[in-house]
């Protein structure tokens, strides 16, 4: 999952529904794996996400406004809240690092969604050090565990490396990207029904095929592919 994904926020809010309409759902472990959109960006440097999406795009201002209100729109019909203005585009590395360090503690996915809404949501940056303690802490990590990790950059950094090795043995180069039994990939934010057909199809031990054309999902390079408007 990436935080700076609109459609990792939207797609796991969808399989969220799709698992719950799943027969077997208490039989299924989830598990979060590290994709970065923008590996290459420099820590602690921020733009708006509007000026990349015009500028990934060639289109103006007003047309990548545009865009975020057309993923708004889908976030929204699944309940989700999503503001359009004022948030930032940045390296999650050390979002990963600490999500690795909820793992440790079980709390991954309390984590993963307070970092979902707060950089969908609300008014906080989740590339503000201190916005990311807070979270920890209000995911019910200790604060001082959750600092030390912050402070020494090595910390869980081979871990969500190991999960980005993973994803692309896997072929993953969008995200969201699901993977069923470690055999099955769905990609992109698709429908719940979608996620219920792979889980029933994955339990019954049928191949299925990797969804891929009709998703709407953030590429490698920190864009995020939506209809043009």
Do not use: Q, S, Y
């Given at each position: 999952m990436?935080?700076?994904?609109?459609?990792c926020y939207i797609g796991k809010a969808r399989f969220t529904k799709g698992l719950a309409d799943f027969a077997h759902r208490d039989q299924v472990e989830v598990v979060f794996r590290s994709f970065e959109l923008d590996p290459a960006g420099a820590k602690g440097v921020?733009?708006?996400?509007?000026?990349?999406?015009?500028?990934k795009y060639g289109r103006t201002l007003d047309e990548a406004r545009g865009m975020e209100e057309h993923?708004?729109?889908?976030?929204?019909?699944?309940?989700?809240e999503y503001r359009t203005d004022g948030r930032d585009h940045g390296n999650t590395?050390?979002?990963?690092r600490l999500l690795h360090l909820a793992a440790a503690r079980g709390r991954q996915e309390e984590l993963l969604d307070l970092a979902f809404r707060a950089n969908f949501a609300e008014e906080r940056s989740v590339f503000d050090p201190e916005v990311l303690i807070a979270l920890a802490v209000e995911a019910g990590l200790d604060e001082a565990e959750a600092r030390a990790v912050l402070a020494d950059d090595s910390a869980y950094a081979g871990e969500v490396r190991a999960d980005e090795r993973e994803a692309a043995e896997l072929g993953a180069n969008s995200v969201p990207f699901f993977v069923f039994d470690r055999r099955y990939g769905v990609s992109g934010g698709q429908p719940a029904e979608v996620f219920t057909r792979a889980l029933e199809q994955a339990w019954a031990g049928r191949e299925i095929e990797e969804l891929v054309a009709a998703a709407e999902a953030c590429e490698p390079d920190g864009a995020c592919a939506v209809p043009q408007v």
């Open positions: 990436v935080h700076g994904c609109p459609w921020t733009a708006p996400v509007v000026e990349m999406l015009a500028k993923v708004a729109t889908t976030a929204r019909a699944e309940g989700l590395f050390d979002i990963h």
